[in-house]
């Protein structure tokens, strides 16, 4: 196996998306673009996208680390507009985008052009909701648009595989194909509730924290295989499995958490950066074969079918955010009033990803003898939908957010709920100190109990130092000034360990375990001054 052409794919992708934290570019769009750039470079290796390595490699892990990146009691509260874009938006899509094509395309079948549908019905929100956080939408949107994107491929992936059966003749009904979702839906939420506390008991049990982060770097991959086993959806397993020990996350030993933040954020890095670039390299695998469609005619299908797909968003989006409220009292009295703002913002962020190109190069070539109609031509606008979604509203979705000037976000009100939160747990660790103390095994010295209750003090106080003045010297919060600080004790201990080992009085065993404390210390230095 050659491992040149993976290695390039890894290092350009993560060159490009650091690059982009320096431009005022989303690294998606700008990961897309140097991939189109660079899929006619001379001898480029091929990158076509393997919908067996995609699926079933790439999907669970960006799946697992975002459901528990997010928030199970946000995602409880928002779950009917979720399900409302989750599920009846993608069903929507597939039939108003599957019979514009039909109408549009001749010679076009209806189950071919549904396939279509199918194929480009879920958003891909991984940039959405990249762009909302450093907009600073309202937390209220970014859940709706995170919870949508966590569910929405299950239900594309059905409606799909229904589509499929249907073209080549496999006897797909109305009643079979619902069923089929059914089932789908249930299984999957069910293979994940049954796997989900086993997994948890697993994590809280085991004591190494090596073993724990394998464990956690295999749940996404066991939840979605055992579902897919099962016939059921692996997407819903590893997204219920994720959201439970997302919830439960507090339960596993300090160590594993740090370790598993750290290895997390990294393969989340790598594998958006990847995914984002191998779209941009498609361009000359969806270009091969299109045969009469070249030219005028497949721009005109493009575009048309760019338009439908944008347009059939704002028609669910608006009754479903506005309907159901004029139609239900207790749903004006359990949910706040929704704004046309964020009705607005909603329907624009309906970017398509990988997912959509991934489904739409697993349609089978040939049935039976008999060549899949369409496919190539499928394939193209599946491509220059997913690319017209990126880069018109991508690069929009910005100055959108900025022109309809959303409230900011109350910092000070934020900053003051966290004092009184950090308040109340100083107290109850105060009183357990307390307790503690006045039992003879736990005596202590009376300097490092109150080394104890100046760390509580410290931290007790951090928060409301957040509030305080800068410091009109340097312009530094009491915040940065403490940071500052700390690294440069800790960076001055570190100069003498390392001169100690390479005089020969400490050796390189003795010398990592002292950076590891020293290393401990910043980062908890780092963490109490917020």
Do not use: C
């Amino acid at each position: 196996m050659d491992v040149m052409p993976l290695l390039l794919l890894v290092a350009g992708s993560a060159a490009v998306a650091g690059a982009a934290r320096r431009t005022p570019v989303p690294a998606p769009l700008l990961l897309v673009a140097v991939g189109l750039a660079v899929s006619y470079v001379p001898r480029m290796p091929d990158y076509t996208l393997d919908p067996k390595i995609v699926l079933p490699l790439l999907l669970p892990p960006l799946l697992y680390t975002s459901a528990t990146d997010s928030s199970y009691l946000d995602l409880r509260a928002q779950i009917r507009p979720v399900a409302l874009l989750s599920v009846g938006y993608v069903l929507f899509a597939t039939f108003a985008v599957g019979w514009a094509a039909y109408v549009l395309i001749p010679g076009m079948p209806l189950t071919a052009a549904l396939v279509l549908g199918a194929v480009v019905a879920p958003p891909d929100a991984v940039a959405a909701t990249a762009v909302a956080r450093r907009v600073g939408l309202p937390s209220r949107i970014t859940t709706v648009l995170q919870g949508e994107s966590l569910l929405n491929d299950a239900t594309a992936i059905t409606a799909y595989k229904v589509a499929v059966a249907a073209v080549v003749g496999e006897g797909a009904t109305w009643a079979g194909g619902i069923r089929e979702f059914l089932l789908a839906a249930v299984g999957g939420v069910g293979v994940g509730l049954v796997l989900m506390a086993p997994l948890h008991w697993l994590r809280t049990h085991l004591k190494e924290p090596l073993l724990q982060n394998t464990l956690s770097l295999l749940i996404p991959f066991v939840a979605y295989g055992v579902a897919e086993q099962l016939h059921a959806s692996g997407v819903l397993a590893v997204v219920v499995v994720a959201l439970y020990l997302g919830h439960r996350a507090w339960e596993v030993d300090f160590a594993t958490r740090l370790q598993e933040e750290a290895v997390w954020k990294m393969v989340a890095f790598i594998l958006e950066s990847a995914v984002f670039a191998l779209i941009g390299l498609q361009l000359p695998v969806v270009l091969k074969g299109l045969g009469g469609y070249e030219g005028v005619k497949a721009t005109w299908y493009a575009v048309a079918l760019f338009l439908v797909v944008v347009l059939a968003r704002f028609v669910w989006v608006y009754p479903g955010t506005f309907l159901p409220r004029l139609l239900s009292a207790r749903i004006r009295e359990r949910e706040e009033n929704p704004t046309w703002r964020g009705a607005m913002v909603t329907s624009w962020a309906g970017m398509r990803g990988v997912v959509s190109l991934a489904i739409a190069f697993s349609i089978p070539t040939v049935h039976d003898g008999h060549p899949f109609p369409q496919r190539n031509l499928i394939l193209f606008l599946t491509f220059t939908t997913v690319i017209g979604t990126l880069v018109v509203q991508g690069l929009t979705l910005p100055p959108l957010i900025r022109l309809l000037r959303f409230p900011g976000r109350d910092r000070q009100a934020e900053t003051l709920a966290e004092a009184n939160a950090q308040a109340q747990a100083s107290r109850a660790a105060e009183n357990r100190l307390d307790e503690l103390l006045s039992d003879e095994r736990n005596a202590l010295p009376p300097p490092l109990a109150d080394r104890l209750r100046m760390v509580l003090e410290r931290r007790r106080n951090a928060v409301w130092e957040r509030l305080g003045q800068v410091n009109p010297v340097t312009g530094e919060s009491v915040d940065d000034t403490y940071r500052r600080l700390s690294r440069e004790m800790i960076g001055a201990e570190r100069e003498v360990f390392v001169r100690l080992r390479d005089h020969r009085h400490i050796d390189d065993e003795m010398l990592r375990a002292l950076l590891r404390r020293l290393d401990l210390e910043e980062a908890a230095a780092y963490r109490e001054a917020g």
